[in-house]
């Protein structure tokens, strides 16, 4: 017979791993520890008895009063529970038990997998530790275990931990968030309130999920087998064109939604080998709109200016000496001919902290370089909301780059001009500096065809583009060229189709 069912049949309190008593052992209350023996007791015998009972023999609102009582009690039980493991790590009780750790112990205890005792144990020392107003909330019943996880998942870095405690920008903020939001929805809150405060390391994490975005056909007897994951951006993308592609089925359209959507993509593979040039179909962006509070938009460039001025005043006072020695970027340009414009990647992801995120029109968060990204290729239309949420105003959209000067920069640059890269306009878009208050550029100096992967890689990467009469410069944040230069038109020598970064 265990120490535990010792205690819970009639004995004292298990000792420790090391024989002496528990911790506070002699001054623990004999009541309160009769009274958890009791309760145990009787939340067996309740569970044995539910256990008995025939849900089919059960009317209808029985079976949902039932099902919604035994989620009531399961999400209760589960707040109890986290809070003894969080005593149980503290006090180390769980040592002598023939595992290395509490997570071990976890799995075995209840039978879970790995990953899930890791996060119930993650879970449970958070709610104990640095989330106090959650765990009280958790025992109401006001919100689940599912909202703590949410920002485990996103509060990884000391900063974000630490801004937990802000009387203003932390627990107390996002627990109103979650009373009114379902874990999903919740979990694209703390996702906007951890871009708003920590921009950089949101990027980086948006970075990584890039990398790790893929998609695989495997050919199987009876045909092929589509597996994969795409992050934010490129998956609501694939997402908006494959559901307006499907549209609304028909009373006679006996498809599930799996096989609709499996034709949608078919039909769409299937347009662009019947008609081969898809110049217009890949230039026209599918209709995802992007909010943008008028705030973001004006700090953000107010930052930027900000930022801008300092460092050309610091390239005053660290100007090279006459009869410096060149580098080899500025050599190695020369061919080209003189600068026609620069095109930057846009504005960095630190001039964006402390303002909030745009959002998908379901919420979703996007990073700085995700939100410039999309900028490049979109439509720009003035909405404005009243104190209550009433539209005041809605001005008419107007692209960024007209189509006159689409066709203009297809006709120049032929292909992506990104070093090794041959992809044409099919799978390809236009790329701008950003000016967001002049409402975009103009001059089709300023525009550059760049494939879509290519597109991202320099936004994310933050690399800047030098037009020459001639052809493009491609550097990175430290001054280094990637690769040669781009003549205007001429295809690399090497291409393999833009399918990975330099």
């Not at 707040?79 to 969080?86: F, K, P």
């Not at 080209?336 to 959002?359: H, K, M, N």
Request: hydrophobic share 35%; net charge neutral.
């Amino acid at each position: 017979m265990s120490a535990q069912q010792a205690w819970i049949d009639g004995g004292s309190p298990a000792r420790a791993s090391d024989g002496s008593q528990p911790r506070a052992a002699g001054v623990v209350d004999e009541l309160v520890v009769a009274r958890a023996r009791n309760a145990v007791m009787d939340l067996r015998a309740c569970l044995a008895e539910l256990g008995g009972v025939d849900p089919e023999v059960l009317g209808g609102r029985v079976q949902m009063a039932l099902s919604t009582e035994l989620a009531t009690a399961i999400g209760k039980l589960t707040a109890i529970r986290a809070d003894v493991l969080a005593v149980i790590d503290e006090s180390g009780a769980w040592r002598g038990q023939g595992s290395w750790t509490l997570e071990d112990v976890e799995r075995k205890t209840s039978g879970a997998t790995k990953a899930e005792s890791s996060r119930t144990i993650k879970r449970a020392k958070t709610l104990r530790k640095e989330l106090p107003k959650f765990r009280e909330e958790v025992h109401a019943g006001g919100i689940s275990m599912a909202h703590v996880d949410a920002i485990n998942h996103v509060a990884t870095t000391p900063e974000l931990k630490a801004r937990l405690a802000d009387p203003e920008e932390g627990e107390a903020l996002l627990l109103d968030a979650a009373k009114t939001m379902d874990p999903d929805r919740f979990r694209k809150h703390v996702k906007a309130w951890a871009i708003k405060h920590e921009p950089e390391q949101a990027e980086e994490q948006a970075r990584q999920e890039s990398l790790d975005e893929e998609l695989m056909m495997i050919e199987r007897g009876w045909g092929w087998a589509l597996n994969g994951k795409f992050g934010p951006v490129n998956g609501h993308l694939v997402n908006t064109v494959l559901s307006a592609q499907m549209g609304v089925p028909t009373a006679n359209d006996l498809r599930g939604p799996k096989q609709r959507r499996a034709d949608a993509l078919v039909a769409l593979c299937s347009r662009a080998a019947e008609y081969g040039d898809i110049k217009k179909s890949a230039l026209i962006t599918p209709h995802v709109s992007v909010h943008v509070p008028l705030e973001t938009m004006v700090g953000a460039e107010m930052a930027a200016q900000i930022s801008a001025e300092h460092a050309n005043s610091k390239r005053v006072v660290d100007k090279p000496k006459d009869g410096a020695k060149k580098s080899s970027c500025a050599h190695s340009s020369q061919t080209l001919g003189r600068i026609l414009a620069t095109i930057s990647s846009g504005y960095s992801s630190d001039v964006f902290e402390g303002l909030e995120p745009a959002t998908f029109d379901d919420g979703t968060p996007l990073v700085p370089s995700q939100l410039q990204a999309l900028l490049c290729n979109s439509e720009l239309a003035r909405i404005i909301f009243g104190a209550k949420g009433q539209v005041l105003d809605a001005g008419r959209a107007s692209r960024i780059v007209t189509k006159n000067q689409i066709r203009a920069v297809v006709a120049r640059d032929k292909t992506c001009r990104f070093p090794g890269c041959d992809q044409t306009i099919s799978s390809s878009q236009v790329h701008h500096a950003q000016y967001w208050r002049d409402g975009g550029p103009t001059n089709i100096d300023n525009l550059v065809m760049l494939c879509w992967y290519h597109h991202t890689y320099v936004h994310q990467h933050d690399i800047t583009i030098t037009h020459h009469e001639h052809g493009w410069v491609f550097r990175k944040p430290n001054g280094r060229i990637l690769a040669g230069p781009r003549p205007h038109g001429e295809k690399p020598p090497d291409a393999r189709g833009g399918t990975s970064p330099p």
